[in-house]
């Protein structure tokens, strides 16, 4: 069940990153290319992954999540105080923070 919702969370993602990407300008930053490139271009290959070890995948996705978070903080330091920088990261990296959370929650689960 957990990978039919992370496949799922995967091409929501995939869908969000590519319309971003055909967005980008020439002016655009290095920041805003790692951001989607280590957020949620990777989901889905992570979560496909997953069919061979979800432990391995769940930690993954949460350091590919933290790592995103981080240049978006980059991206936009002064931005810290509107709610749209918390939807934001809620949208691109809380989700595959909180599925890698549960891929290890069940990888555990399996391995016992």
């Known amino acids: 069940m957990i990978l039919i919702v992370g496949t799922l969370?995967?091409?929501y993602h995939?869908?969000?990153a590519l319309k971003t990407m055909f967005v980008?300008?020439?002016d655009t930053t290095v920041f805003q290319w790692l951001f989607i490139l280590c957020g949620p271009l990777l989901t889905l290959p992570i979560v496909l992954m997953a069919f061979r070890?979800?432990?391995i995948s769940g930690f993954i996705l949460i350091f590919s999540a933290v790592v995103s978070s981080i240049f978006y903080?980059?991206?936009f330091p002064?931005?810290?105080m509107f709610i749209n920088f918390y939807i934001v990261l809620g949208k691109y990296c809380g989700l595959s923070f909180l599925l890698g959370m549960i891929m290890i929650s069940v990888g555990q689960?399996?391995?016992k």
């Open 9 to 11: 969370v995967g091409l």
């Open 14 to 16: 995939l869908r969000l």
């Open 24 to 26: 980008f300008v020439n």
């Open 53 to 55: 070890s979800m432990k």
């Open 73 to 75: 903080t980059l991206l």
């Open 78 to 80: 002064n931005d810290l």
């Open 109 to 111: 689960k399996n391995e």
